[in-house]
C-alpha cells in the first residue's frame, strides 16, 4: 500500500518569503498522481497544484512550484512571496492511475504553516 | 453549479444514535469518496464508490455503511454512532478518467458522538 510522509506537523514563515514543505512517499507503482491540497480555517480543501509522475517537469501555479523527485521519492512545495492568506495546513495527497481500479487520494498528516507579518 | 455539498454541516449526537450524512454533487462524476478527518491524522478514506449501486471499503470501515442509489447522491450511514466517531467528515468527487482525476471536496460535516 502506498504511503505518504509529512515530516514537518509545523513550519512559519515571514510575509514576503518563500517556505518549502517536505512531503515523501512510497510506491512501487510507476505512474500515479501527486498533489498538495490546502485546508484553511474554513475546512474547504483547495487543491494547490497537482503533478503527474511521467512529466519530468515540475509542476506551477502562481507562487507555488513543485520539486517534484521521482527517484527520491520526494514531493516538496514551495511558496515564494508568502502572503497572510496562504496560513492554512497542507496536505500532500497520493493517487494511482484511475485506470488501475485504485482511485482514492492517500493524504499524508498535513503540515501547519503560520505566516507572520 | 453548486459542486460538492453536505448535509448537515454541523451534528452532535448521543452515543447508541444512527444519522446518515449526505452529500451530492451536481458535476455529474462516476467516483465518489467519504473521508474523516481526525487530528494529527491527516483524511482517511472511509468507503468509495466507483459507480451508481456499487461501493467499496477504504481504510477505515468499520462502524459505517454507505449507499450510492443515485449517481449524484452518496449517503454515509452511521447505525450506533460511538464518541470514537467524533470527527469532520468530507465528501469528494471525481471523474473517471486517466487524465481527469482532480477530486473535488464539499465543505464537510463537523460531527460529535457525546
Known amino acids: 500500500a502506498q504511503t505518504v510522509t509529512q515530516s514537518q506537523p509545523e513550519m512559519s514563515v515571514q510575509e514576503a518569503e518563500t517556505v518549502t514543505l517536505s512531503c515523501t512517499y512510497d510506491?512501487?507503482?510507476?505512474?500515479?498522481?501527486l498533489f498538495w491540497y490546502k485546508q484553511p480555517p474554513s475546512r474547504q480543501m483547495i487543491l494547490v497544484i497537482r503533478?503527474?509522475?511521467?512529466?519530468?517537469q515540475n509542476a506551477t501555479e502562481n507562487r507555488f512550484s513543485v520539486n517534484f523527485q521521482k527517484a527520491a521519492k520526494s514531493f516538496s512545495l514551495k511558496i515564494s512571496d508568502s502572503q497572510l492568506g496562504d496560513a492554512a495546513m497542507y496536505f500532500c495527497?497520493?493517487?494511482?492511475?484511475?485506470?488501475?481500479?485504485?482511485?482514492?487520494?492517500?493524504f499524508g498528516k498535513g503540515t501547519r504553516l503560520s505566516v507572520i507579518a | 453549479n453548486a459542486g460538492v455539498t453536505q448535509t448537515p454541516k454541523f451534528r452532535v449526537l448521543k452515543t447508541g444514535q444512527s444519522m446518515t450524512l449526505l452529500c451530492a454533487q451536481d458535476?455529474?462524476?462516476?467516483?465518489m469518496y467519504w473521508y474523516r478527518q481526525d487530528p494529527g491524522m491527516g483524511l482517511r478514506l472511509i468507503h468509495y464508490?466507483?459507480?451508481?449501486?456499487?461501493?467499496a471499503k477504504g481504510e477505515v470501515p468499520d462502524g459505517y455503511n454507505v449507499s450510492r442509489l443515485k449517481k449524484q447522491n452518496f449517503l454515509l450511514g452511521l447505525e450506533s454512532a460511538a464518541p470514537s466517531q467524533t470527527s469532520v467528515y468530507f465528501c469528494?468527487?471525481?471523474?473517471?478518467?486517466?487524465?481527469?482525476?482532480?477530486?473535488?471536496f464539499g465543505p464537510g460535516t463537523r460531527l460529535t458522538v457525546l
Open positions: 469528494a468527487s471525481s471523474y473517471r478518467g486517466f487524465h481527469t482525476d482532480t477530486q473535488y
Open positions: 510506491t512501487s507503482e510507476s505512474d500515479y498522481y
Open positions: 464508490s466507483v459507480g451508481e449501486g456499487t461501493t
Open positions: 458535476m455529474n462524476h462516476e467516483y
Open positions: 495527497a497520493y493517487r494511482s492511475p484511475t485506470n488501475s481500479g485504485n482511485t482514492p487520494l492517500v
Open positions: 503533478q503527474e509522475a511521467y512529466k519530468q
